[in-house]
C-alpha cells in the first residue's frame, strides 16, 4: 500500500523539486512530520489537490510540460 505521503514524495522526487524553504499552512501537517516537506511543495507547484481524476490527468500533463 502506498500513502498519499510516500505518494508525494515520489512526485517530488521525480520532478526534482527543492524541498528547501517550502511551507504550508496545513493544520493536519505536524511541521515536523517526514513529509512536510514534500507535501509543501508539492502544494506550492499545485501537485496535491482534492480533485476529480480528469482534473488529476490534466495536472500530471501541466508538470510534465513544465506548466504546474
Not at 508525494?8 to 505536524?30: H, I
Request: with cysteine; glycine share 2%.
Amino acid at each position: 500500500v502506498l500513502t498519499r505521503s510516500q505518494f508525494v514524495k515520489m512526485l517530488v522526487l521525480a520532478f526534482q523539486l527543492n524541498t528547501a524553504g517550502s511551507e504550508c499552512n496545513f493544520t493536519d501537517v505536524p511541521v515536523d512530520f517526514w513529509a512536510y516537506p514534500y507535501i509543501s511543495v508539492a502544494y506550492k507547484n499545485a501537485a496535491s489537490c482534492p480533485c476529480t481524476s480528469a482534473s488529476s490527468a490534466r495536472q500530471s500533463c501541466r508538470w510534465q510540460n513544465g506548466r504546474a
